[in-house]
């Protein structure tokens, strides 16, 4: 069954993208195709650059877990159940992405846990959608620095 | 805000200040006995006015600016002069929270616009149940200078301080005992401090037996909530001898926002790029440098935000504000008070206009109980989650 969450729509605006890429399970945040810069939350030009030649693009899904808080005072009264863990992901690529654990809680994180992408489906007022989470990534664990340099190679 | 530039230092002083019943109002809402009426913010505001005029000890006819910066809606400058008996020849709609329109106000006063203008600054956000995260209320965005991540249940300002906490713990060791000597300090202030909301001695089991907001942040982490006001009156610093109270010269001011990676900016880096930029403006004006600084009043919305800024401007190293603050370095007497009426946890949310009415008094010389001795030079800092704005404040010749 679907999750209720808060409504979508207040995030940003111009979002509206970022839900449809989530909804075929990819998570796809702005990029800038002039200096290269990827851009979270939704953006209508590069904050770096100032240019709006702005691409989708495609993240691993892979991160750490680089800060996270959990929630007991109940700012949306009742909607989501206190308390309840929210995480700040250090993505793979570089941004900063504030997301929830999924399968594993607080307790048990440890700074730069690794964790990957999943998806949770959920439903606001404008209906069912696709939410991306985290969840603990007990794959081979292969070194963040490693990543970074394989892709500034490429 | 007005540039950065050194012929404006010093060219206009703060020579009234007025401040509201901030503790007796809180107790009054707190009890809401019968015939209890929430206060709105045209009696504050009036209530401060009538207060920072007789302090001044100048005539009403002497006004003849007015800035009016009510954050959450209030009236118009013209209705505000009409309302005080004031005929101002500038008046100005000018912003809310404390930094922005001391500036723009100094500014005026140094072009001849005007020669005495009375800031006026009032709130009820406790009486307007205001909201501090989640789903906004209605007619309210949420403020810009925050992200919501709302479908995650991201939201609110406790959240930005929690993340900015835990990175930290992580990066420097720090404990959740460490982080309440903040709160232990304001609340010593605050005890010194009349006006001051939280007259309750605070020891650390009060603080780790006090609920958690958003862990790891609890409630004695984030600031008050309550309903006030403040004024300001400020002068060209060429007619403020003779008057009452010693002159309190504005000297230097700095801005500077995120313009990107803003997540990382806040949590990883404290603001502290900003910090050193808007800096160096303020002390650039004001020809000082941050040796200089005898006392500082820090935006202090929670603990951890108050340690990120006192870091930032080199007051201790990253990382062991924390240590200088359990050693008592805070305190009134030590190597450099911090928010010596008790800040906004445990004085009064006054969105920075306490803070530099605090400045005011200590630089009069005249902060009973808490002066720090011989204080010349005062710092404030207002960073928000997205800029800082530093203000530097030198006593005048009386």
Not at chain 1, 1 to 26: N, S, Y
Not at chain 2, 252 to 269: D, F
Not at chain 2, 348 to 371: C, D, F, P, S
Request: with cysteine.
């Amino acid at each position: 069954m679907a999750q209720r969450r808060p409504d979508r729509a207040l995030v940003t605006a111009g979002d509206r993208m970022f839900w449809e890429w989530c909804g075929k399970h990819e998570l796809r945040l702005q990029a800038c195709m002039n200096c290269g810069e990827i851009l979270w939350p939704v953006v209508k030009a590069c904050e770096h650059c100032g240019r709006d030649a702005l691409e989708w693009r495609r993240m691993s899904g892979r991160g750490q877990v680089v800060s996270w808080c959990t929630f007991d005072h109940d700012y949306y009264r009742g909607l989501l159940p206190v308390p309840y863990d929210t995480i700040m992901v250090e993505l793979e690529e570089g941004p900063l992405f504030v997301s929830n654990p999924a399968g594993f809680t607080a307790e048990v994180i440890e700074f730069r846990k690794p964790v990957r992408l999943a998806f949770l489906t959920c439903e606001d007022a404008a209906g069912e959608f696709e939410l991306p989470v985290f969840e603990a990534d007990s794959g081979p664990r292969k070194a963040l620095a490693d990543v970074v340099v394989q892709s500034e190679n490429q | 805000m007005p540039p950065s530039a050194a012929e404006l230092s010093c060219k206009a002083a703060i020579v009234g200040v007025g401040e509201t019943d901030f503790a007796a109002d809180y107790r009054a809402w707190r009890a809401r006995g019968p015939g209890f009426e929430p206060p709105e913010v045209e009696g504050l505001a009036a209530c401060a006015f009538e207060r920072a005029l007789e302090d001044s000890g100048l005539a009403r006819s002497e006004i003849d600016g007015l800035s009016v910066s009510f954050l959450y809606g209030g009236p118009t400058a013209p209705e505000v002069a009409q309302m005080l008996g004031l005929k101002p020849r500038y008046m100005i709609d000018n912003g809310g929270i404390m930094a922005g329109p001391l500036p723009v106000a100094c500014a005026a006063v140094a072009a001849g616009e005007c020669d005495t203008i009375a800031m006026v600054y009032a709130v009820t956000p406790r009486s307007l149940a205001r909201k501090f995260g989640g789903e906004p209320m209605a007619g309210t965005a949420a403020p810009p200078s925050y992200y919501y991540f709302h479908p995650w249940g991201w939201s609110s300002q406790a959240a930005h301080w929690a993340y900015i906490w835990r990175y930290y713990q992580n990066e420097f060791g720090a404990t959740e005992a460490d982080l309440g000597a903040v709160a232990i300090q304001l609340r010593n202030n605050a005890i010194m401090n009349s006006n001051a909301i939280m007259q309750t001695p605070l020891s650390i089991e009060d603080y780790l037996a006090s609920r958690y907001i958003v862990r790891p942040l609890r409630l004695l982490d984030l600031c008050l909530v309550n309903d006030g006001g403040v004024c300001l009156i400020v002068r060209r610093a060429d007619r403020t001898r003779h008057l009452r109270h010693a002159p309190v010269l504005v000297a230097g001011w700095g801005e500077s926002k995120v313009r990107s990676k803003k997540m990382h900016t806040l949590v990883r880096e404290r603001l502290a790029p900003q910090i050193q930029e808007a800096g160096d403006q303020a002390f650039s004006m004001a020809g000082m440098g941050v040796s200089d600084v005898q006392h500082f009043e820090c935006y202090d919305a929670a603990t951890i935000h108050l340690i990120g800024q006192f870091e930032g401007f080199g007051f201790a190293a990253p990382g062991e504000g924390l240590e200088f603050c359990k050693a008592g370095g805070m305190a009134v007497g030590s190597r450099m008070p911090v928010n010596t009426a008790g800040g906004m946890l445990s004085g009064a949310y006054m969105h920075g206009w306490n803070h530099v009415a605090e400045i005011t008094k200590q630089l009069r010389h005249e902060a009973t109980g808490r002066q720090i001795e011989g204080v010349e030079i005062s710092l404030f800092s207002l960073a928000q989650t997205d800029q800082v704005h530093p203000i530097l404040f030198k006593r005048g010749v009386a």
